[in-house]
């Protein structure tokens, strides 16, 4: 008998869908996050959500199934912080909201009590992620055979150790690599990119 397929870690579910779920008192609203270079969430938030210190964001949705964080909200400046610009590249603009990053208190995920080190993973290749992004943004066509879409805007927007994230048209989709390197140094980090797209681009037989 073949063992079950292991659970996703939090931080993988985090990384893997950029929507979810906050709950804060009697408001539940669906919304879109990013991720900062520290790994936590920064999301653009009704402003009634802030009257709430401590709420739960539910990945990718409001179940018991998903992954569980609770998160307290901080108010950021749009304009002054970083997360907010990768918000808008991953997401575009909204309307009528507070921008917060969601520190995390601690996580849970089939009825497992994670740690908020568990669902937070820095990328140590945050400083040199956009010249990834350009790398493997030059060839379009490996992108969309990465990605298995047809859709020619297909974008690098974030590259990490574990995988892209690449925005569509309609959304913004995870590719996770095929053999996650550990270590990831950022000195090598174009030659483990190159080699992640090798892997997910064979040649044709």
């Known amino acids: 008998m073949n063992d079950p397929s292991p659970e996703p870690a939090p931080h993988a579910l985090l990384r893997r869908w950029y929507r979810g779920c906050y709950a804060a008192g009697e408001l539940v609203h669906p919304v879109r996050y990013v991720l900062d270079e520290r790994g936590l969430p920064v999301s653009a938030l009704p402003r009634a959500a802030l009257g709430h210190p401590d709420a739960t964001l539910f990945v990718p949705e409001e179940s018991g199934e998903s992954l569980q964080l609770h998160v307290r909200p901080e108010v950021i400046d749009p304009d002054a912080d970083p997360a907010a610009d990768r918000y808008l590249i991953y997401h575009g603009r909204p309307e009528g909201v507070a921008?917060?990053?969601?520190?995390?208190?601690?996580?849970?995920?089939?009825?497992?009590?994670?740690?908020?080190?568990?669902?937070?993973?820095?990328?140590?290749?945050?400083?040199?992620?956009?010249?990834?992004?350009?790398?493997?943004?030059?060839d379009v066509a490996i992108l969309m055979q990465a990605v298995r879409t047809n859709d020619p805007g297909?974008?690098?927007?974030?590259?990490?150790?574990?995988?892209?994230?690449?925005?569509?048209?309609?959304?913004?989709?995870?590719?996770?690599?095929?053999?996650?390197?550990?270590p990831a140094p950022a000195e090598v980090a174009a030659a483990i990119v190159e080699q992640q797209l090798r892997r997910l681009t064979p040649p044709n037989p």
């Open 154 to 182: 297909a974008k690098a927007v974030g590259v990490d150790p574990w995988g892209m994230d690449v925005r569509l048209r309609w959304e913004v989709v995870r590719v996770a690599w095929p053999e996650p390197p550990d």
């Open 99 to 138: 921008w917060a990053r969601l520190t995390l208190m601690g996580a849970r995920l089939g009825g497992r009590v994670f740690s908020p080190e568990d669902a937070a993973t820095p990328n140590p290749w945050s400083a040199i992620e956009p010249a990834l992004c350009r790398r493997v943004n030059a």
